[in-house]
């Protein structure tokens, strides 16, 4: 069982920047994809960023050009740098992590980003 913890929420003016982090109990390494979700309140969570064992990442079209996802398979830990922070950015961010063989996906207990003014 792999514990993710993370770390950085807080509360942001738009425009603003904060980098999430995400700690892993474990050897990243041994999971295939690691991403970020967030869930505002009364929406679905949503994929903000992900990035798999081999360095590949995609993004949101929401965040897309302003949040950068990243690994240090050293320190067993996934970063989400945001920039150009929006009120509409604000929600519960998640890290998960993935294995596919066999399947296992593993959750945070989820930070708190807010944008406002």
């Given amino acids: ?6 770390s950085g929420g807080g509360l942001v003016q738009p425009g603003g920047s904060l980098r999430l982090s995400c700690a892993a109990s474990e050897n990243i390494l041994g999971l295939d994809y690691m991403g ?10 949503e994929l903000v960023a992900t990035i798999t064992a081999s360095g590949r990442t995609t993004y949101a079209d929401s965040v897309k050009g302003r949040s950068t996802i990243s690994r240090d398979n050293a320190k067993n830990m996934v970063y989400l740098q945001m920039n150009s922070l929006k009120p509409e950015d604000t929600a519960v961010y998640y890290c998960n992590g993935k294995r ?18």
């Fill in 100 to 117: 596919f063989v066999p399947y296992r996906d593993y959750w945070g207990q989820g930070t708190q980003v807010t944008v406002s003014s």
């Fill in 36 to 45: 970020w979700y967030r869930q505002a309140p009364g929406k679905q969570r």
């Fill in 1 to 6: 069982q792999v514990q993710l913890v993370e």
